[in-house]
């Protein structure tokens, strides 16, 4: 066999090997990736920021809008009640008013 041949015989089998499926999200867990969200749009909710975000305000946001999860956390899109900014927040930060 010729050495061009070669070249192509290896490029053919190297891309059957390589070849990934594009439907990976079909092989999850539908439980794990659709997780249901604790509080509704509308709610009052107390909003609780880590030690890490200190210009944040803890205080009372109604949920404006439910957003999906970011690394296993559900998020809420919030606004504040006293300054009416809106922020993204994850669900282990919040607590029922």
Excluded at 10 to 29: E, G, K, M, W
Excluded at 66 to 74: H, R, S, V
């Amino acid at each position: 066999m010729p050495a061009k041949e070669k070249i192509i015989d290896l490029y053919s089998r190297a891309a059957a090997v390589r070849r990934i499926p594009t439907t990976t999200h079909q092989r999850r867990d539908p439980a794990r990736s659709n997780p249901t969200h604790k509080f509704k749009v509308g709610q009052m909710l107390t909003f609780s920021p880590s030690i890490f975000e200190p210009a944040i305000r803890k205080g009372s946001y109604r949920v404006v809008s439910l957003l999906p999860a970011d690394g296993g956390d559900n998020q809420y899109r919030l606004k504040s009640e006293t300054d009416g900014h809106e922020r993204v927040v994850r669900e282990g930060q919040l607590t029922v008013s």
